[in-house]
């Protein structure tokens, strides 16, 4: 049917679109590194929220809920292949705190 996507994390789907498709049993899951991504099914329509990059969409209709999972598919992708670059960015920070100034050399 369609896909609403919303600007930012204080954007949310209007009164008209929560009655409508936002109503019935809620399965919520978790993906990604601390669970940052969740996605919300319900019956109609599925709602995916991202609070690291503000990202809100609202997937109604059986196959534009598909496409739910194709973007859990690619958030959670993107966020695995920058994760080893903050990983070395943390390991370099970890080996700085561990040198103390009576280690470095005076000039």
Do not use: C, W
Not at 5 to 15: E, L, V
Not at 19 to 28: K, L
Not at 32 to 47: H, M
């Amino acid at each position: 049917m369609s896909v609403f996507h919303y600007a930012d994390k204080h954007s949310a789907p209007t009164m008209e679109q929560r009655e409508r498709y936002m109503i019935g049993e809620i399965e919520e899951r978790h993906f990604g590194p601390g669970g940052q991504i969740v996605l919300i099914e319900y019956p109609e329509a599925a709602y995916l929220k991202d609070d690291s990059d503000n990202i809100r969409i609202l997937f109604t209709g059986y196959k534009d809920k598909q496409k739910a999972y194709e973007e859990v598919k690619r958030l959670a992708d993107h966020y695995e292949h920058k994760a080893p670059n903050k990983m070395l960015f943390m390991e370099r920070r970890e080996a700085d705190d561990s040198v103390t100034p009576s280690d470095r050399k005076s000039r």
